[in-house]
Each structure stands twice: as C-alpha cells, then as structure tokens.
C-alpha cells in the first residue's frame, strides 16, 4: 500500500500550491467518478454554467427530523474564489441558484439558538445538481409529561425488561413475573413505537417485541400480544478479504425497531463478538432478536497508526446470517487542523476506490465576555483531496460564517462509499445525512446494505458518534438556553 498525495482545496480562492496538484475554490470537481485519484489537469477549459437547486430540511434537534426548513441562506463561490449566485429558502426549503460554474462550491449557512451557524458546503458541483442539506437525529427530550403504560405477557426467564421508544426514550423494569412498563413522555409526539427486549441474568437476550402506534400521551396504554423467543449463538457474521494491516475485526448485531411521527429508530445491540489477525473469512456467531429489521455491522482495526474501517448492513428481522466483503476503501491517517495556517490536512493509505469525503470543523468564537460561540461546519469533498484551506480574508458573502485564524478549530474526517452511490456525482446529490452517517442511514433502512466508511483514527469520531455526541451537546444546550429565559 502506499500514501497518495492528492489534491489541496482552498476554500475561496484559486491558487497552485506546489507539489499539491491543482487547487479550486474548494476543491477541484472534475475527479473521475468513485476514485481517489486526484485530478491533476490544470488547464482551463470552457467551463459549464446553469442552476443548482438546493433542499433544506431541518437540523438538531428543535424540530421533527425532515422538517423542511425555510430562510437559510445559501451562497455560491465559483472555481476561481469569486463571489457566485447566491438565495434563500422559500417556504417548501428550496432555492435555484442561477449561473452557477462547474467545479463552484456551494454553502448553506444555517443560524443556531445562542448565535453561532452550521455550516454545510457541497463542493465541486455541476449545473443540473440537486443538493439536500439536513441534519439527522430524534427531537430533544422535551415538552411532554406524564406516562404511557405498555402491557406484556410474563417472562418468567427473564432477569430485565427493557423499552426503547420516542426521542431516545428507554427505561427498564424488573423481568419474571413483571407484565406492564411505563414510559415516561418525554417529547410531544403524537405516537410511538416501542421496542421490548428481555434479558436473563447472564445479560442475554431471550426475547424480543415491537409495539406500534401508541399513543403518547398520559394514561395512555399499549399492549404487546406475544413475544419473539430468541435463541443464543443462532446469528452468523463473516467477513471476506485478504485483510492486509488488519488486526482485528469486531461485529455486532442490532434489534431495531421503526420509530413514527418524526422520531428515529430505537435499537439494542444484543449480538456482538471479534476475531484477532483473521486471514481468509473470519466469523463469530452472535445473538440477535427479531425487530421490524437486524442492523449489523463490522469495524476494522488496523495494524498501522490509522483509523477503522466500518461496513454496515440492514436485513430482515428473520435474518440468520450475513456476510460481508472486506471494504475495499483506503485507510485513512488523522485530521490535522491548524487554526493559525487556516489548513488542514490527511493522507491516505491504499488506492482503494470511495465516493468522496467528509470534513467536520468546529470552532468556538470569543463573545467578548468569558464565553464563546459554537459554529460547526460539514464539508463534501471529492475523494483525492487530501488538504484543506481557508482563508481569513473571505468574500463578503461568506465572511460572516466562516473561521478566522484566532479561532480554535478543530475537527474529524471520514471517507465515504455508499451503496447507493457511484462516484462523487452520485454522492453529491444524496442527501446530506446519508453521507454524514451512513451508519444510521442503513440503520433505519433508508441506505441499501453494503455501506463502507473509513474514520480518521485519533482525533476523529466515526461519523455515527460524530452524530450522537453534537446532538448530545446541542440538547444540552437547548436545555440550558431555555432554562435561562424561564428564569428570566
């Protein structure tokens, strides 16, 4: 295996950096599809105009996820640095931004409570494309009162039950000859569905249930008919490959259950097992109970100072078995960010194919007082690209948003190939929170199995913890911001 250049992206204007290759505003569009290959040509061609449309739906964690989100500013920047087309969301989240070049970056700049933006930019885009911005994560836990009741038949082998249910809700009650559960509202949905899952005293599961459509509301009750028996050791996960650098393989296995009204899916991983330095197939038997599916995945870890690889897979509740390739993408070093360079950069290891990248930055601007201000910025790169820059002198229309060198900015990458997806025009119209986080994507059944991403090791997050630990931090927040006004 061996390292790979790539290609250095600045982020407003156009420049050659030596022994990078060509650098664009952002980043360079024209790289052949599903490569890592960088595109070195520098010469300038007739380059194509026409509109892209962009789609805004809702982020963390205020409203009903896919809630389709108006006035949010959009801006442009074209290949050389200069200032593009530039609109706002009407009422239906859309904007048709006009005269836009090939290889242009394009940014959604969206206002957080307490001031501070997310930021989303799509580089590289061609006229005719059709962008989605959105966040995915289940609604704050916030604004309900009371309890639901869910009745169950007795199981008298059973050490816990446990119920999953709306807006990251779970709470666990004694098993054996325990028939009821009540879960407390915490958010205001209309229904819920509630997954159950009973396990014995050596943490097992021995049975699973789902729930639909309850009400969710105070004194309200629902009723589980039977349950699923499930069986120990009865789950087959294998992977496939040379497994070159690769020191262990770990696989789980989840029971997930739909959730309704805006909320996302309740899980419980209940299978889980590893092989070290595997060579040829590796394979362990797990133990998973039956939902509306089985979500299973497998994690690489390398032998190299590098981050992991993850494969994802949804499958139908009365799977058995499933079997993945080793994923082919390349390994991917740790994100270096410097604030005071306005850079960062990354290698890659391996000439594995992958559709494109992920950037999450972050930073936290001085108020002038003794607190800061939390902006977060998602970046879509085409694969190859191994350097990231922006500068501290921007164009007006983007000023406002961005980073400048006295801020702290940090951050994590990934490497996405999804399933659904062939090459960097497949993904840069797919919707922003299947590229973020294939993990949950394929979780809740919206991405097709076969999923494959690459993290940046230490520094970094998987894109799914990415996902759980800013919605953690945002809820929080929330919380507090509103805490402080009823006190007020």
């Given at each position: 295996m061996r390292r790979f250049q790539g290609v250095a992206a600045s982020l407003f204007a156009c420049a050659c950096v030596a022994g990078c290759g060509k650098t664009t505003a952002l980043v360079d569009g024209a790289v052949a599809a599903d490569s890592n290959t960088?595109?070195?040509?520098?010469?300038?061609?007739?380059?194509?105009?026409?509109?892209?449309?962009?789609?805004?739906?809702?982020?963390?964690?205020?409203?009903?996820?896919?809630?389709?989100?108006?006035?949010?500013?959009?801006?442009?920047?074209?290949?050389?640095?200069?200032?593009?087309?530039?609109?706002?969301?009407?009422?239906?989240?859309?904007?048709?931004?006009?005269?836009?070049?090939?290889?242009?970056?394009?940014?959604?700049?969206?206002?957080?409570?307490?001031?501070?933006?997310q930021l989303v930019t799509m580089a590289g885009v061609k006229p005719g494309d059709n962008l989605v911005f959105g966040d995915i994560y289940s609604p704050s836990a916030t604004g309900g009162t009371g309890a639901v009741t869910i009745n169950f038949p007795a199981v008298a082998a059973a050490t816990t039950i446990y119920a999953y249910y709306a807006c990251n809700g779970s709470t666990q009650v004694?098993?054996?000859?325990?028939?009821?559960?009540?879960?407390?509202?915490?958010?205001?949905?209309?229904?819920?569905?509630?997954?159950?899952?009973?396990?014995?005293?050596?943490?097992?599961?021995?049975?699973?249930?789902?729930?639909?459509?309850?009400?969710?509301?105070?004194?309200?009750?629902?009723?589980?008919?039977?349950?699923?028996?499930?069986?120990?050791?009865?789950?087959?996960?294998?992977?496939?490959?040379?497994?070159?650098?690769?020191?262990?393989?770990?696989?789980?296995?989840?029971?997930?259950?739909?959730?309704?009204?805006?909320?996302?899916?309740?899980?419980?991983?209940?299978?889980?097992?590893?092989?070290?330095?595997?060579?040829?197939?590796?394979?362990v038997m797990t133990t998973v109970g039956p939902g509306d599916r089985i979500f299973a995945y497998a994690t690489l870890r390398p032998t190299l100072q590098v981050?992991?690889?993850?494969?994802?897979?949804?499958?139908?509740?009365?799977?058995?078995?499933?079997?993945?390739?080793?994923?082919?993408?390349?390994?991917?070093?740790?994100?270096?960010?410097?604030?005071?360079?306005?850079?960062?950069?990354?290698?890659?290891?391996?000439?594995?194919?992958?559709?494109?990248?992920?950037?999450?930055?972050?930073?936290?601007?001085?108020?002038?007082?003794?607190?800061?201000?939390?902006?977060?910025?998602?970046l879509v790169i085409p694969p190859g690209t191994t350097t990231l820059a922006w500068s501290n002198t921007p164009p007006a229309e983007i000023a406002a948003y961005v980073p400048v060198d006295t801020d702290n900015v940090t951050?994590?990458?990934?490497?996405?190939?999804l399933s659904s997806a062939n090459?960097?025009?497949?993904?840069?119209n797919t919707p922003e929170w299947q590229i973020t986080c294939p993990y949950c994507a394929t979780q809740d059944g919206e991405l097709p199995t076969g999923s494959t991403l690459a993290d940046g090791g230490e520094g970094g997050f998987v894109g799914h913890q990415l996902r759980v630990e800013r919605q953690r931090m945002r809820q929080t927040l929330a919380h507090v911001e509103s805490a402080l006004r009823t006190a007020r």
């Open positions: 960088a595109d070195g040509n520098t010469t300038a061609d007739a380059t194509p105009s026409g509109d892209v449309t962009v789609t805004t739906y809702s982020r963390c964690c205020t409203e009903k996820w896919k809630t389709l989100e108006p006035d949010i500013q959009v801006v442009s920047i074209q290949p050389n640095g200069s200032p593009g087309p530039k609109g706002t969301t009407d009422a239906t989240g859309k904007t048709t931004l006009s005269g836009v070049l090939q290889g242009a970056s394009v940014t959604a700049a969206y206002p957080l409570d307490g001031g501070g933006y004694a098993g054996g000859a325990t028939t009821s559960i009540q879960l407390g509202i915490n958010c205001d949905l209309p229904t819920t569905n509630v997954l159950l899952v009973a396990t014995d005293d050596s943490a097992q599961v021995i049975a699973t249930g789902v729930v639909k459509g309850v009400t969710f509301t105070d004194t309200q009750t629902g009723t589980l008919a039977s349950w699923n028996p499930v069986t120990a050791n009865t789950f087959t996960e294998s992977m496939t490959g040379a497994f070159d650098d690769v020191a262990e393989i770990d696989f789980a296995a989840q029971t997930v259950a739909d959730g309704v009204a805006g909320d996302q899916v309740m899980s419980y991983q209940s299978g889980y097992g590893y092989v070290s330095q595997p060579s040829g197939t590796a394979t981050g992991n690889k993850e494969v994802y897979a949804a499958l139908a509740p009365t799977a058995t078995s499933v079997t993945f390739d080793e994923p082919a993408l390349p390994w991917l070093t740790p994100f270096n960010v410097s604030s005071a360079a306005e850079a960062a950069t990354w290698f890659t290891i391996g000439k594995g194919p992958y559709d494109g990248t992920v950037a999450f930055l972050q930073w936290c601007r001085n108020d002038g007082g003794e607190g800061c201000t939390n902006s977060y910025w998602n951050g994590s990458l990934q490497l996405v190939d090459g960097f025009d497949d993904l840069r």
